[in-house]
């Protein structure tokens, strides 16, 4: 099914705008609302950066600039990431949270290649935009790591962040291999 750039949007800014609603109805206290609306979010970025990488491996090598549904989906991405990224804002804002700038550095280098992708991904060559996906991808583990490490304020490790972990591990070695083999 192939979706234009303007249904994904829709889709997409709705599902966001769902969570916060769904969010705020379960935990009207504003601290709360914007911590389980950024929790839901960056699971839903994952689910759609997840479908992303796999489209990637699996018309490896085709062409970026030559797929355009992936392509909008990378667009996708870039907006949800970023509204991601406003309720995560809002979330340490209210919650008064304390960030170690160190620590920020590696995510916030994934955010700007976030940001950039829709505009420049599709230009590089193949090497770049492995590095793109792999990079982002370690992010995301890392910061499913540090969740059960209890390194997150207001987040206690859950069964979630196990499952979460264990796939982008399975889903990169698969990715992997896929672009391994047909690269031969």
């Known amino acids: 099914m192939k979706f234009s750039i303007g249904r994904l949007l829709f889709l997409g800014v709705s599902t966001e705008l769902f969570i916060l609603l769904v969010s705020y109805l379960l935990h009207p206290e504003l601290q709360e609302t914007f911590r389980f ?34 392509r909008n989906f990378i667009r996708l991405f870039a907006v949800l990431h970023m509204i991601h990224f406003g309720f995560l804002s809002m979330n340490i804002y209210l919650n008064e949270i304390s960030l170690v700038p160190a620590k920020l550095t590696g995510g916030a280098l994934a955010y700007l ?13 193949t090497f770049w935009q492995m590095i793109y996906f792999y990079y982002v991808t370690i992010v995301m583990m890392v910061t499913y790591f540090s969740r059960l490490k209890g ?34």
Do not use: C, Q
């Open 151 to 184: 390194d997150f304020e207001g987040a206690t490790p859950y069964w979630f962040h196990y499952v979460a972990l264990g796939t982008f591990v399975l889903s990169t070695i698969f990715f992997s291999m896929r672009m391994f083999r047909a690269n031969k």
């Open 113 to 125: 290649m976030i940001v950039l992708a829709p505009f420049v991904l599709h230009k590089l060559k």
């Open 37 to 70: 609306a950024a929790r839901y979010s960056g699971r839903l970025s994952a689910i759609v950066f997840l479908y992303i990488f796999y489209r990637y491996a699996i018309s490896f090598p085709l062409p970026l600039s030559e797929n355009k549904g992936l």
